[in-house]
């Protein structure tokens, strides 16, 4: 099973990392794909130009041997959407490869709101891990997906939904940006080799 991490990543933080990891270990992935998204059509605009947030993932992910950095977004013109993404990425890999899209509770509460959110399903599994200050949603909307358990996920290549508790860091993006801004440290957030990256570039300040 492949994962896939999209985000701004503006910039990536523990957040981000420890649960992909801990998504990939409970999932038996052999590689999680980290793909920063060049427009966000649900977002503000990053701070960090799409250059600068790939190279701070591709520091971030170095040291681990199951996690890429994949820039196929940035390459794309106009919206980055997540359909676009994976019908390019089914492109690649076998249509028998479970593809797992990782995201967190808040964005799995907009989901629906995704261009053509239902062609995503078509394609991947979803696995929404829980994140602090998300609740999930009391409707079951997704009930027809739900999978019985996680390992179900492996039987199939797409269309399953599963709910994955992993361990709950309350580290966003945004308070990093807060807190440099304010000139406090980031330390301890995100890998140091990112800040000092974040340092040497003058980012957020
Ligand atoms: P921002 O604060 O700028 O909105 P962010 O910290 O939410 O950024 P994104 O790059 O937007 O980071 O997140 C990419 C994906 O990772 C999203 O699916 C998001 O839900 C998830 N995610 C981000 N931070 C966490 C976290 N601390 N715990 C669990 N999931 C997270």
């Known amino acids: ?3 896939i991490l999209g985000g701004t990543f503006d910039p990536i933080h523990f957040g ?3 649960t992909a990891l801990e998504i990939a270990e409970s999932c038996g992935m052999e590689q999680v794909r980290f793909i920063p998204g060049s427009v966000p059509p649900h977002r503000p605009q990053p701070q960090a130009s799409a250059e600068q947030r790939l ?3 591709s520091l ?3 040291d681990e041997p199951r996690f890429v950095a994949d820039r196929r977004e940035l390459d794309r013109v106009g919206h980055s959407y997540t359909v676009d993404t994976l019908i390019s990425l089914r492109k690649e890999i076998d249509a028998t490869v479970p593809l797992a899209f990782i995201l967190g509770m808040d964005a799995f509460w907009a ?3 995704w261009h053509r959110w239902q062609d995503i399903m078509q394609m991947a599994h979803l696995i929404v891990m829980h994140r602090p200050g998300y609740k999930p949603d ?3 909307w997704y009930g027809e997906w739900l999978a019985s358990t996680t390992c179900e ?3 199939s290549s797409a269309g399953k939904l599963t709910f994955l508790a992993v361990t709950q860091l309350d ?3 945004t308070a990093i940006r807060h807190a440099i801004k304010q000139g406090r440290s980031t330390r301890y957030l995100l890998p140091d080799n990112v800040r000092a990256y974040m340092t040497e570039q003058g980012l957020y300040r």
């Open 1 to 3: 099973m492949i994962g």
């Open 16 to 18: 981000h990392l420890r």
């Open 55 to 57: 190279a701070m993932v």
């Open 60 to 62: 971030a992910i170095a």
């Open 111 to 113: 989901f629906r709101s």
């Open 138 to 140: 009391p409707t079951d």
């Open 153 to 155: 996920l492996r039987d």
């Open 171 to 173: 580290i966003s993006a």
